[in-house]
């Protein structure tokens, strides 16, 4: 059959369910009460599920008469066992009870935590169940749809599963949770929960008497092929029936109880108690029926379908098709959704309420007590959670049944949520006939039996799915047998479905009896158990209401929770006000009566719990009772008794003497060590006693001394200002002891004061200590005055050899690089010369030990605090693009390629800093990578930017890591420039990038290669607009007068040579007096002018003298080897060009151009 009619056909039964429930909602509106129990005995029918209309003609092909108890018991828990169903209806109509877990949160003394552990037990048991039912739409329409009839059940696509399920999320919101009172009968649902009852029976009947009967022609035919078939005998033994056979009708008739959705149809909806009774003579004959061809198709299938390849579950679809009846098939599939929709809309109606009220409103009034929205409209948040939890119920149902493969067969499954459910009855029938039961008897029995239930049960399951080993459960867990699920202490040889039973129900039963005994029920838990007990509202146990509370306020609380229709009808009907103003019948007192009516309506709402949470909120000076005070004065009396015992156990357990003196200073109450501290005679002081004779006693032993040392002691407490004010004071006994005796006044009415507390502390050890440590204390501070003494004139001694250092290294360096600064002129005159190759080398020989005594001289004056971070924002861009371009060359020239990312983004940093890390960086990669790539780029990490530099160099093993940061350390390897250099340049990274408070990482892996990083903070802030600097290109020198001063002999004939070499006139001299005879009248177009000449003489000084006789327009320059601070402000505030030591000569070229363009402009300005 075409997948789209199948659809088409199954929408068309859902719409009409939607119509039915419209039609029955508006009826509803519209005040019809009229009692329907057919309606109601029909809604029992939701018990049916899919695992009854397939479930059960797979059982009994595999079992025989197996199937039967799953409707056995039901059968007689509602046709015998009718009237306890008939007390439930009762109770939970006067306690307006919306659930199994808000009636046995009201038993048990309206139970918060109760209602709680029911509500996540029934989600966690039942979801499975639910699972199945889509699991056998699913497989259904598959089969229909034309799936091989052996389809394996857990690859079936899980789009018709999905979209049923959202399809009944869809009805279950728009007629079960339509409004915030749960309690609120659905007429509309019932009614199509009704009519599903009547389309699955007629589909069990028609399919299962055509099946039995049509295809094979005539009943006598097919009775005649069931009696000759070999397997027919197999499944009517009753010899076969064991153990779980009768386990099985227990859990199945305590599951028509506790189930949510049967507690919710037969006691929710319940309109009319005398309709219970009608529903135990309907329902059971509607079982019978819904049955009568269970057995005759499982004997068809076994006939017609002998090949095995075949799931039982699927016979009602499977037989009709493999006869070429597809519309008998499709009737079937009508049927197993009936089934199937019907369970799934009253369970997620029912759960949905349990998780609202249970879980989701106390998490709120715990957590969010004060939001206003809470306050001012609880009803629209109650309503939104709750159909939130029918969308998230669903979801989890599917995400389960995707998880349920062919290992679960539906009847297992079935058969796990009942005995899951079954754990809620011994507290809800105990809490029926037995008025000992208590909160932490039903609390415990539930709690043990749902876990015995996961361990021996579920757990199981999940072995026979295959998602555990079997040899675990058989083993036991760590090889503990006797720990195994299967044969838990020992117990072997019993089936799985009894073994369950047993170790759940088991400690259920006697865990909920034995803390029943053992503890004691509060005031409210007696008053509730009596309520259930006795079927009636107690008449001189109910609350009355308040003196300023009325019947306005208790409306107004109403309101907010369900609405003002339904407040002003429920306090209409209360004050009998049919029409007109409400609001003058409201400014009455409230009494208990109204008090209980405000519970009810907001019980519908938030569940009986929380619905007293918030009632007593409202009220604040409720009157008791007689019985409910004497009740209160029982367990006051024992809870101040207990108290008492307490406090008395404290005060001797304390290492203090304590004594109380009344009024007139006489001793009301003492501990021990009172007396052991004063070391007063046993018997001397009783009751009475007056704290003169306790001194006077003392005192006749000499402890009191020194004259008047009694009558000042005396004094102290009969003194009107120091009588009501506490008092410490101290005494010295004669062995030595020290005693501080802490006396603070009791609360009295009277003008003289009342009596006061003692306190005696031996405190002996604390002045010994205090001594002590007075006496190392000035021991202390002589020896912190001689360290700190000691340290300063070490720190002194530090800063003088620091202070040391730093000139050193800086006249050092000086003396390094003039010579240094003089061969490279003279190997740069050579080499305009000569190009021979070992001018070369020896020119690059010297580049590297210019770049070994600049190292030094950075780490020089980064110890020292020279470098002053200058951080601006910077676009990175403008960093790495000059870097590229000067590296790529480099790279090249090493046969690697490099590649440099563009970026974007702007940086807070120092751009010459921040260069600084990166050319070490790329200078790195360079020196050791051998072969391959480099890469530059940047990547964001939250509010910060990773500058990074990857190589496809050695890499470093990760235990070196830290050392390639030490100075002068290298790692081994074999890198064409590995000795070129000292181990300064990470040494130095690290410090500027401590400097700019910026974080340098590194990952690398040996073979692979690594990657260097500094992270950097982002800026939104704007950049500085840079001035355009227009670089010159190379201009012919020849002629340019050059003027250079300089008091090395060798550096200036270097310098002489190598301008020479460009076709410069040089003029060289030690002073300007000299410069300005050699000149002989002629200006120099630049002068070259070294910062420290002789006789203490600065070029800057002397650019002064020449300028002021040769002009003060002339370009100049210092090239020094000074990189003081304050040799470059010098400098720079004469208007100089400053290059250090030792010169490039591309770069003393350069300048020279830039000097003659300057040169040129001033002259044309």
Not at 178 to 187: D, F, L, Q, Y
Request: hydrophobic share 45%; charged share 20%; with cysteine.
């Amino acid at each position: 059959m075409e997948s789209w009619f199948i659809l088409a056909a199954s929408l068309a039964y859902l719409l009409s369910l939607f119509a039915i429930a419209w039609y029955g909602d508006r009826t509803g509106n519209h005040g019809s009460d009229r009692r329907t129990p057919w309606l109601y005995a029909l809604s029992f029918g939701v018990y049916c599920t899919s695992w009854t209309f397939y479930g059960a003609v797979g059982r009994a092909a595999t079992g025989g008469f197996y199937f039967l108890p799953i409707y056995i018991g039901p059968i007689l828990m509602i046709g015998l066992g009718w009237p306890i169903l008939a007390r439930i209806v009762r109770v939970a109509k006067s306690e307006n009870v919306v659930s199994i877990s808000d009636f046995l949160s009201a038993r048990y003394g309206k139970s918060r935590s109760l209602a709680a552990l029911v509500t996540i037990a029934a989600v966690i048991g039942l979801l499975p169940y639910i699972a199945l039912q889509l699991k056998a739409i699913s497989v259904s329409f598959e089969i229909l749809a034309g799936g091989s009839l052996g389809t394996d059940l857990s690859q079936m696509p899980g789009g018709t599963a999905l979209m049923a399920a959202l399809l009944m999320a869809a009805f279950a919101i728009l007629f079960g949770v339509r409004s915030v009172s749960a309690n609120e009968h659905h007429r509309g649902l019932m009614m199509a929960i009704a009519a599903e009852s009547v389309v699955k029976l007629a589909a069990a009947l028609g399919v299962g008497g055509a099946i039995a009967f049509s295809v094979f022609g005539d009943p006598a035919t097919f009775i005649d092929a069931a009696v000759r078939n070999p397997g027919f005998l197999e499944l009517i033994r009753l010899d076969s029936i064991g153990t779980d056979w009768w386990v099985a009708c227990l859990l199945s008739g305590l599951a028509i109880l506790c189930l949510p959705r049967q507690f919710h149809v037969a006691v929710v909806e319940n309109t009319h108690a005398g309709d219970v009774q009608s529903s135990a003579k309907l329902f059971p004959a509607y079982l019978v029926a819904i049955n009568l061809f269970v057995l005759p198709v499982a004997l068809a299938g076994l006939m017609l379908l002998p090949d095995g390849t075949t799931n039982a579950d699927t016979f009602m679809v499977s037989i009709p098709l493999s006869q070429g009846r597809p519309w008998l098939a499709l009737a079937a599939f009508i049927g197993g959704l009936s089934a199937a929709t019907s369970m799934i809309l009253v369970e997620m109606v029912a759960l949905s309420t349990m998780i609202c009220n249970d879980i989701a409103v106390p998490l709120l009034m715990a957590l969010r007590p004060d939001d206003r929205r809470l306050r001012d409209d609880p009803a629209g948040i109650l309503l939104l959670v709750r159909r939130s939890a029918v969308i998230v119920l669903v979801l989890l149902s599917y995400g389960c049944y995707r998880l349920i493969g062919p290992a679960f067969p539906l009847a297992t499954i079935g058969m796990m949520s009942f005995t899951a459910v079954a754990q809620f009855a011994p507290a809800l029938l105990g809490g029926l006939i037995w008025s000992r039961a208590s909160r932490s008897g039903a609390f415990a029995g539930i709690c043990a039996g749902f876990l015995g239930w996961a361990y021996t049960m579920l757990l199981p399951s999940f072995a026979d799915a295959g998602w555990l080993a079997s040899s675990a459960l058989r083993e036991g867990p760590f090889g503990l047998t006797g720990l195994s699920p299967v044969a838990l202490a020992g117990i072997a040889g019993i089936d799985p479905l009894t073994n369950a039973a047993l170790w759940s129900l088991g400690p259920n039963i006697l865990l909920f009896v034995v803390m029943s005994l053992l503890t004691r029920p509060s005031t409210l838990e007696r008053q509730q158990a009596a309520r259930f007990m006795s079927l009636r509202r107690a008449s001189d146990g109910e609350p009355h209401g308040p003196r300023g509370a009325t019947l306005a306020d208790l409306h107004d609380l109403a309101v907010r929770y369900v609405g003002q229709p339904r407040a002003d009808a429920a306090f209409r009907r209360f004050t009998g006000v049919a029409e007109g103003d409400l609001r003058t019948a409201l400014l009455t007192r409230t009494d208990g009566e109204a008090i209980q009516l405000t519970e009810r309506l907001l019980a519908g709402a938030v569940g009986s719990a929380s619905a007293r949470v918030v009632v007593a909120g409202l009220l604040s000076d409720r009157r008791l009772s007689r019985t409910d005070a004497r009740s209160i004065i029982d367990e006051a009396s024992r809870a101040i008794l207990k108290q008492h015992e307490l406090l008395r156990a404290t005060v001797e357990n304390v290492p203090q003497g304590i004594a109380v003196f009344d009024e007139d200073w006489r001793v009301a109450t003492w501990n021990n060590q009172f007396l052991v501290l004063l070391d007063l005679p046993d018997g001397f002081v009783q009751v009475g006693t007056s704290l003169q004779d306790i001194v006077g006693l003392i005192a006749r032993r000499g402890e009191y001394g020194r004259n008047g040392e009694i009558e000042t002691l005396l004094e102290r407490r009969s003194d009107p200002r120091r009588r009501n004010k506490p008092d410490v004071y101290e005494r010295v006994r004669p062995d030595g002891t020290v005693l501080e005796i802490a006396t603070n006044p009791m609360p009295s009415s009277k003008p003289r004061g009342g009596g006061f507390v003692a306190v005696y502390t031996d405190v002996t050890e604390r002045h010994r200590a205090a001594a002590a440590l007075r006496e190392a204390n000035e021991s202390l501070e002589r020896r912190i005055e001689e360290r700190t003494h000691a340290l300063s004139e070490a720190k002194a001694e530090a800063e003088r050899a620091n202070r040391g250092k730093t000139r050193f290294l800086a006249a050092a360096s000086h003396d390094l690089l003039q010579p240094l600064h003089a061969a490279r002129l003279f190997l740069s005159a050579l080499s305009e010369r000569n190009g021979d190759s070992a001018i070369r080398q020896i020119d690059a020989s010297l580049r590297s030990v210019e770049q070994i005594l600049g190292d030094l001289l950075d780490v020089s004056k980064i110890d020292s605090g020279v470098v002053k971070p200058n951080p601006v924002p910077m676009r990175i861009e403008e960093l790495l693009k000059p870097l590229g371009e000067e590296f790529t060359v480099l790279a090249s020239r090493h046969g690697l390629g490099l590649r440099v990312v563009d970026c974007s983004a702007t940086v807070r940093s120092d751009p010459t800093l921040l260069r600084r890390i990166l050319q070490n960086y790329l200078a790195n990669a360079v020196r050791y990578t051998r072969t391959g790539r480099i890469l530059l780029g940047c990547r964001r990490r939250g509010n910060f930017l990773s500058i990074e530099v990857w190589d496809t160099g050695p890499g470093i093993p990760e235990h070196k890591v830290p050392e390639i940061f030490m100075e002068f350390r290298q790692l081994d390897n074999d890198g064409d420039d590995r000795g070129k250099g000292l181990g300064l340049g990470l040494a130095i990274v690290e410090r500027l990038a401590g400097i700019l408070g910026h974080t340098v990482q590194v990952r690398s892996k040996v073979g692979r290669g690594s990657a260097f990083s500094v992270l950097v903070p982002l800026t939104d802030e704007p950049v500085a607009a840079r001035a355009v600097v227009v670089r010159p290109r190379g201009r012919d020198l020849r002629g340019v007068l050059v003027l250079c001063l300089e008091n090395e002999p060798a550096i200036a004939r270097a310098t002489e040579d190598l301008l020479s070499s460009w076709s410069c006139r040089v003029v060289t001299a030690v002073a300007p007096d000299l410069a300005l005879e050699k000149l002989e009248g002629r200006t120099p177009d630049v002068i070259l002018t070294d910062y420290h000449l002789d006789r203490s003489l600065t070029g800057v000084e002397a650019l002064r003298t020449l300028r002021a006789r040769l002009g003060s327009d002339i370009p100049a320059a210092v090239v020094t080897a000074d990189r003081d601070a304050a040799v470059r402000e010098d400098i720079e505030a004469a208007g100089c060009r400053l290059l250090y030591k030792p010169v490039r000569p591309g770069a003393l070229r350069a300048l020279l151009g830039q000097l003659l363009a300057e040169g040129q402009r001033m002259a044309s300005d």
